[in-house]
């Protein structure tokens, strides 16, 4: 079956580092992809993974491990903009995105 | 700005009833997908077309269908609606040969079955 986990909401502080994790198993992959979606808006593509390793852009870092199907998005210096879901999703077969239930996140004061 | 517009933004429809949802995709994008996000969820994919023609589909029954036209523009049908239906509907467009994951989604079209 296809599966993509991560936490269902997190909180952190203004200034804080926080980092969200994703689990999956997929019958296909073709690149692990971060997405951020505020409150009654379209989801903005964060990142994208295909090999090993940390990608890393600005304040948002993303990792992936494949023989473990695990990713994270890092983010630094939060800010009380990046208050929003975080939604990991894959690249499987037939051109299509898995997406996971997603995060939401509250950066406090 | 995605350069993605959808409409209606929001409908509410009865059971039993047809809707058609419109896309205009980003200029000189080809392919066009859809998904359905229900409160609380990530969205779920519905299906996608590149020129025309449909070449993925998720696991939503036939009363979904779709059409995708010259301009790369794109309609979504619902027939026989449900209560279960009432989502968000995304519209994504991104260019043929690019990343699968690298959308541009619309704001979407808020659904309401009662």
């Known amino acids: 079956g296809q599966n993509i986990d991560q936490p269902t909401e997190m909180t952190a502080t203004e200034g804080a580092i926080v980092q969200i994790n994703c689990t999956y198993q997929t019958s296909g992959f073709n690149g692990l992809f971060w997405y951020q979606q505020h409150a009654g808006e379209a989801p903005t593509f964060l990142s994208y993974?295909?090999?090993?390793g940390l990608e890393e852009k600005g304040r948002f870092s993303s990792f992936l491990s494949r023989s473990k199907g695990y990713s994270y998005l890092l983010l630094k210096e939060l800010q009380m903009k990046d208050s929003a879901s975080y939604l990991c999703a894959v690249s499987g077969g037939y051109n299509k995105l898995i997406f996971g239930a997603g995060t939401r996140l509250a950066v406090h004061p | 700005e995605t350069g993605v517009t959808q409409s209606p933004t929001h409908l509410i429809k009865t059971r039993g009833q047809q809707v058609t949802l419109r896309c205009s995709s980003q200029s000189g994008h080809n392919t066009v997908s859809w998904y359905q996000q229900a409160l609380g969820q990530g969205p779920q994919f519905i299906f996608q077309?590149?020129?025309?023609?449909?070449?993925g589909r998720g696991n939503f029954p036939p009363r979904f269908s779709g059409l995708q036209f010259p301009n790369y523009s794109s309609e979504l049908n619902v027939n026989a609606l449900e209560l279960d239906d009432s989502a968000l509907y995304l519209c994504?467009?991104?260019?043929?040969?690019?990343?699968?994951?690298?959308?541009?989604f619309g704001e979407g079209s808020r659904l309401t079955v009662l």
């Open positions: 077309y590149y020129r025309e023609e449909e070449n």
């Open positions: 994504a467009s991104r260019m043929g040969g690019s990343r699968t994951g690298e959308l541009f």
């Open positions: 993974n295909v090999l090993d």
